[in-house]
């Protein structure tokens, strides 16, 4: 490992996560906005438009020019499971984005283990990008794909080796990850040169593979440091002034590990020691204000978790700030919420008594909350109210949760699948020498089953 620099640098990008905040304000988007992605799986300008502003995390510009920063981050959100698609029931319905079965335990992460995870996902994930603040063009061969997950997973592996706090030099820690991998120079032999459109085999002539390499490679190694690993708080970036945005000069780069990034960086080794991490206790780190705004006062991302569902993100940082509104509410509500439940989050959070009008606003919002169930039945029509009552407590027809709507009409719903036993229904009805008309619409998935049963 290098000494620490004597200076430090004269311009310096502090580390901040906020790629963890933008991965919470994204969860918020997706409980209270319907969001149907496109063709081609991306987020709808529309929809792009509202959620871009309250993002933190740098851009990552496409080659038409657009921004795929958001699409690039639902992504991610969608691998590791915390959003997922869902699709109504019905012909022509659009898959929307929901909750996925990963977010409860995402929730319940303290700020190193997000970032752990996150860090993990950007080790292996080749569809997270960083932004290029250096140009990687020029020649280069295609440094993207495995190979670049492999730069990732070397660079890392070295940034544990060093202390939080001291500022140390790119440069000389690209050139510690080629002196300790000599695969890296066996590798760069076997490699083209590259001239314009041309490759052309190289000589055996004496080279300087290490400088052949540093060319290619030095880009996406400031590319990683100046980007996603800054966006997720791990490391402090310094250089000289710049003249121009994307003029950054390698011998002028420095890197600081902050006191997070250190946690990070030593996360599984810690965890393997300590076992397996106990979830904390509710802090009370919210203010609610009468004007329904609500402060969270500290980055206690459990907290911030349990009121994403019923509030609409105003900023989320180091101190973030929400908004109860109807909208929000009774969105949660359709999604299972119960007001009770909600007023208990707030109470069991707040630093101080919840004050008395957005109680009993709270409570008149969700009242004008209504709801209808609509359900694929199959309906049974029978002779008389005797045999009707009889049937519905049958132990085969009580099992497919048979309910007597009428005095002489069954109602049976589907199974979890989305099927209903015809087969069973009408064994039961032989048995008590009723026959039995399958009246089921041609386009009725289950009339190949009425179809089949007639056949026998």
């Not at 289950?446 to 089949?452: D, T």
Request: include cysteine; charge should be neutral.
């Amino acid at each position: 490992m290098q000494e620490k620099l004597a200076t430090d640098p004269e311009v310096i990008t502090s580390g901040e996560t906020a790629l963890l905040y933008d991965v919470a304000t994204l969860i918020n988007a997706v409980y209270q906005m319907t969001i149907e992605p496109t063709r081609e799986s991306n987020i709808p300008k529309r929809i792009v438009k509202k959620i871009r502003p309250l993002l933190k995390g740098q851009q990552r510009i496409t080659y038409k020019g657009d921004d795929a920063y958001i699409d690039m981050l639902m992504h991610v959100l969608k691998t590791l499971k915390l959003i997922k698609y869902t699709q109504a029931p019905f012909d022509n319905a659009k898959p929307y984005l929901s909750p996925g079965p990963r977010l409860e335990g995402w929730a319940n992460k303290d700020m190193i283990e997000q970032t752990s995870q996150l860090l993990d996902e950007w080790q292996h994930n080749h569809n997270w990008a960083d932004n290029p603040r250096v140009s990687t063009d020029g020649g280069s061969w295609n440094y993207y794909g495995a190979y670049e997950l492999t730069l990732r997973q070397l660079l890392l592996t070295h940034l544990r080796e060093y202390p939080e706090g001291s500022w140390h030099s790119v440069a000389a820690l690209i050139s510690e990850i080629w002196d300790a991998h000599p695969e890296l120079a066996t590798q760069q032999k076997m490699r083209p040169y590259s001239y314009g459109y041309y490759q052309m085999p190289k000589k055996q002539a004496k080279r300087d593979l290490f400088q052949e390499w540093v060319i290619n490679a030095a880009p996406h190694f400031i590319n990683m440091l100046y980007s996603s690993l800054n966006e997720l708080g791990i490391v402090d970036m310094g250089n000289a002034p710049l003249q121009e945005e994307t003029k950054l000069v390698l011998k002028s780069c420095a890197f600081r590990i902050t006191e997070l990034g250190a946690q990070v960086l030593a996360y599984k080794k810690t965890k393997a020691k300590s076992g397996k991490s106990e979830v904390a206790p509710a802090q009370k780190s919210l203010i609610i204000q009468p004007n329904y705004e609500i402060l969270l006062l500290q980055p206690d991302l459990p907290t911030l978790y349990s009121i994403l569902p019923f509030t609409q993100v105003k900023q989320i940082q180091m101190v973030s700030t929400l908004l109860l509104t109807q909208d929000a509410l009774l969105r949660a509500i359709q999604q299972g919420l119960r007001i009770e439940t909600i007023l208990a989050i707030l109470r069991e959070r707040s630093q101080k008594e919840l004050p008395q009008n957005v109680i009993y606003t709270l409570q008149d919002w969700a009242k004008q909350y209504k709801h209808a169930t609509v359900s694929q039945v199959a309906l049974l029509e029978l002779p008389d109210e005797e045999t009707t009552t009889r049937l519905s407590q049958h132990p085969t027809l009580s099992k497919m949760n048979a309910r007597q709507l009428m005095p002489t009409t069954l109602a049976i719903p589907t199974d979890t699948n989305g099927n209903i036993n015809y087969q069973s229904i009408r064994q039961v009805l032989e048995k008590e020498h009723i026959s039995v008309d399958f009246q089921i619409h041609s386009s009725d998935p289950m009339h190949k089953l009425r179809e089949y049963y007639y056949d026998d």
